[in-house]
């Protein structure tokens, strides 16, 4: 849908991450380049996941998919939260199955080990692609970046790869918890670096993702996941690019999750965002958070969320979008369904809290 006002995409997207009026509300999906795409799926029945990733030309093509297909507002770079483990010095497998560090971290010996790397030389195939995706898409689409969480980045590189709690992690956490908070320093300086060259690069905004927060009791996220992701956004906050930060599962840690810093908090599906706000305040913006799951039913279910969930928020200081990845199984005419009726919905009348004050 056209811009009924003279916002571009990028300006309405900016606007919704300042909690400003906006005709309507921006609209993108977590995962949405992937594999609901047969354009994708063509691109990687030739090429590995991981070689997607850091080949610019490439990842570029599977970045601009959903925009040409679908017409998100939003572009976020084909890549994975795994590149930076990599970089420092763990070696790396992509696969559709899933990711997987074949050397996890286990002793003081592996994380003194680990590099303090350059990211516009380890990992400079993701700035060219950021580069040339903003120029491809010209100065009126936002181009997003992003990088795991420490927390979350952490889990993988202990665990090796996505496992039920996360036991070898939260072992380490507790058995030596001063290594670990030494591991997640390294990770959340190493992260602020590399998102700042994302932003060099000419990202629009940046996303981090701790998918794994809400593996957490209220106590282990304050004493240790918080502070390193608190560093993360101290260390980017000349940049003026916004820093939006997803969570999975942690309606129990908001109020800690709000005290990081991040200019827009990425809910997951379990969170109702009216309550969000009424704990945090009106002038929390929001990102999300209509369940992937429903974009594999009917189309009037898709716009009944759609509407509910921009309907809580007002529409301002909001960013649509689902509540995690899209899934791999969603027909395509659902994605775009669940994207056309976010541009199409019409917003509550605004009253004062519905301006953000």
């Not at 080990?113 to 689409?141: H, K, Y």
């Not at 992690?169 to 908070?181: H, I």
């Not at 993360?232 to 690019?241: D, G, R, Y």
């Not at 969170?271 to 009424?278: F, G, K, N, T, W």
Request: charged share 25%.
């Amino acid at each position: 849908m056209p811009l009924t006002g003279t916002d571009s995409k990028k300006s309405l997207f900016l606007k919704a991450c300042r909690g400003e009026p906006v005709d309507r509300v921006p609209v993108w999906m977590m995962r949405q380049a992937g594999r609901y795409l047969p354009e994708y799926r063509a691109i990687r029945e030739k090429h590995s996941f991981l070689q997607v990733c850091k080949t610019p030309e490439l990842a570029v093509e599977v970045s601009l998919q959903p925009f040409r297909i679908l017409g998100v507002d939003a572009v976020i770079v084909f890549s994975d939260i795994l590149i930076p483990a990599e970089a420092m010095g763990l070696p790396l497998e992509l696969t559709d199955a899933g990711p997987r560090l074949p050397c996890p971290i286990r002793q003081a010996a592996d994380v003194r080990a680990l590099l303090d790397f350059d990211p516009n030389r380890e990992t400079r195939f993701l700035m060219d692609t950021i580069s040339a995706l903003r120029r491809e898409l010209g100065p009126d689409v936002p181009v997003l970046g992003f990088a795991a969480a420490p927390w979350t980045l952490a889990c993988y590189m202990v665990d090796g790869q996505t496992k039920s709690g996360f036991a070898a992690t939260k072992e380490l956490m507790y058995s030596e918890p001063q290594l670990f908070r030494d591991l997640l320093d390294r990770i959340a300086l190493n992260t602020a670096r590399y998102l700042q060259a994302q932003i060099e690069a000419g990202a629009t905004a940046v996303q981090l993702f701790d998918t794994w927060a809400g593996e957490l009791n209220r106590r282990d996220y304050e004493q240790f996941a918080l502070p390193a992701t608190q560093r993360v956004i101290e260390e980017l906050s000349e940049v003026e690019a916004p820093i939006i930060l997803y969570t999975k599962g942690t309606a129990h840690l908001l109020e800690l999750v709000a005290k990081a810093g991040a200019d827009v908090l990425s809910c997951d599906w379990r969170m109702d965002l009216a309550e969000v706000r009424s704990k945090l305040g009106a002038r929390t913006m929001v990102q999300g958070n209509v369940d992937p799951c429903l974009l594999l039913g009917p189309p009037d279910g898709i716009r009944d969320a759609v509407g509910d969930v921009i309907g809580k928020t007002g529409g301002v200081g909001h960013i649509l979008n689902l509540g995690h990845g899209i899934l791999p199984g969603t027909p395509v005419e659902n994605a775009r369904t669940f994207i056309e009726s976010g541009q199409a919905c019409p917003l509550p009348a605004r009253t004062p809290a519905a301006r953000m004050g």
